[in-house]
């Protein structure tokens, strides 16, 4: 894989583009592109992938728009071109718009007494949106805050502590 992005993946966003037909992306075609999009977008390419790294989604929608109309202009087509985000916690890049188990772990009831059967000393848990207590057998859930989000439930309190 060669880059013309001197970037340490700070970027949150990247649009995947899965080329067809021939492989390898010449040098020169990567650098063309690096050209076209300026200095806010990343590019980078392997034999069968063109990557663009962007801060934004919108940024990277429209780089993934410049970059098919220059494979379409080389005679290259894209097979497929798919938006990512990358997760920090997860150390890999995402769709944003698929949900992960960590992110429905407290829409769903069960899962909070899953947890609480799995940790029979725990009685305030989190998923970083809401604080819930264990009292009498019944868990009890604060409102979630706003533009919070959803993670992996944890014990924020134990029986004796």
Not at 57 to 67: I, L, P, R, Y
Not at 82 to 89: A, G, H, I
Request: glycine letters at 8%; one cysteine or more; hydrophobic letters at 35%.
């Amino acid at each position: 894989m060669f880059s013309v992005y001197d970037s340490a993946m700070s970027d949150e966003w990247r649009v995947s583009l899965a080329l067809g037909g021939r492989t390898g992306v010449p040098k020169k075609l990567v650098e063309d592109l690096r050209v076209r999009l300026g200095d806010d977008i990343g590019v980078s390419a392997d034999k069968a992938h063109r990557y663009l790294y962007a801060g934004t989604e919108k940024a990277a929608d429209e780089a993934g728009q410049v970059a098919r109309e220059a494979l379409t202009l080389d005679g290259r087509v894209a097979d497929s071109s798919v938006l990512e985000r990358w997760d920090p916690d997860g150390q890999k890049w995402r769709d944003p718009r698929a949900e992960t188990a960590d992110d429905k772990a407290s829409e769903n009831p069960a899962n909070m007494i899953e947890f609480v059967r799995d940790n029979p000393s725990c009685i305030d848990f989190t998923d970083g949106c809401s604080v819930c207590t264990v009292a009498d057998g019944n868990i009890v859930c604060s409102a979630p805050r706003i533009q919070c989000q959803v993670k992996a439930l944890t014990c924020s309190r134990k029986i004796g502590f």
